[in-house]
């Protein structure tokens, strides 16, 4: 898992079946001194995560198998948590 902060919002009106009624989130990840990285990552969001929000993500493998094993969804990254504090 990885920390990140909710930079912004993706909309798109045409998407893989498997992605409709997802949320999608601009996610940029922590560094391990706290500094913003210099990549985004687009995640897929069901839990309510906005803007300036600060979110744990799971990426790949488990980030698919975060849904039923009826579904397959095309995402590599998922918003799991929103961070309410931490001690660092």
Do not use: H, Y
């Amino acid at each position: 898992m990885r920390i990140g902060t909710v930079v912004g919002n993706i909309w798109a009106t045409r998407k893989e079946e498997g992605l409709q009624g997802l949320k999608l989130l601009i996610i940029q990840p922590k560094k391990t001194n706290g500094q913003l990285a210099d990549e985004q990552i687009v995640a897929a969001d069901r839990i309510g995560a906005g803007v300036g929000d600060d979110v744990i993500l799971t990426m790949g493998s488990a980030a698919v198998r975060s849904f039923s094993k009826e579904v397959i969804c095309p995402i590599d990254a998922i918003v799991v948590g929103i961070i309410d504090g931490s001690d660092e």
